[in-house]
T-cell receptor
């Protein structure tokens, strides 16, 4: 039990579909993160939310749209994705200003066909 | 059951000395390993990686050692600097990056 739960664990979607990834944490953290992990590449930070406000957006295409309705939930809305977007999408949470560890979810394996 | 373990939650080292952060794993199928570090108010960032075909990888002051028989890897920072103070995560994957499992992290404090 990592404390950070991601659903679904696996997702296959067509390029014209719209889907959402969900992340949930009940660790009392005030920051949540979306990462993309492609095969044989380092983890890429996509979005950072602190106190439900987006504080970082690393030049991510607009076909990825994050949403943080409260400090415990984070969504990644997907639409008109490309096959190269197939990857493992990881969510993490932490205390934003504290020198404490971040906890990662197990990820959603996304395949775009 | 944790597949990736970092048994030391924290470590303090004097500036200029060597920092050694340890990571143990249980899944013999893991073949690719990464270290990340996290500063306060930032997301974790990639530091260094190693694949199972090697037992050592160096990048400047950072060296990662892999002992496959012991299912153990370690990150050496030489010499340690105050700016290295952060939380360090070990991560492991099977099939070269298909799925990653993260350790809980070790907080390194480098004292001036």
């Amino acid at each position: 039990e990592t404390g950070v739960t991601q659903t679904p664990r696996h997702l296959v979607m067509g390029m014209t579909n719209k889907k959402s990834l969900k992340c949930e944490q009940h660790l009392g953290h005030n920051a949540m993160y979306w990462y993309k992990q492609s095969a044989k590449k380092p983890l890429e930070l996509m979005f950072v939310y602190s106190l439900e406000e987006r504080v970082e957006n690393n030049s991510v295409p607009s076909r990825f749209s994050p949403e943080c309705p409260n400090s415990s939930h984070l969504f990644l809305h997907l639409h008109t994705l490309q096959p190269e977007d197939s990857a493992l999408y990881l969510c993490a949470s932490s205390q934003f200003d504290g020198n404490t560890e971040a906890f990662f979810g197990q990820g959603t394996r996304l395949t775009v066909v | 059951d944790q597949q990736v373990k970092q048994n030391s939650p924290s470590l303090s080292v004097q500036e200029g000395r060597i920092s050694i952060l340890n990571c143990d794993y249980t899944n013999s199928m893991f073949d690719y390993f990464l270290w990340y570090k996290k500063y306060p108010a930032e997301g974790p960032t990639f530091l260094i990686s190693i694949s199972s075909i090697k037992d050592k990888n160096e990048d400047g002051r950072f060296t990662v050692f892999l002992n496959k028989s012991a299912k153990h890897l370690s990150l050496h920072i030489v010499p340690s600097q105050p700016g290295d103070s952060a939380v360090y995560f070990c991560a492991a994957s099977a099939n070269y990056g298909q799925n990653f499992v993260f350790g809980p992290g070790t907080r390194l404090s480098v004292l001036p």
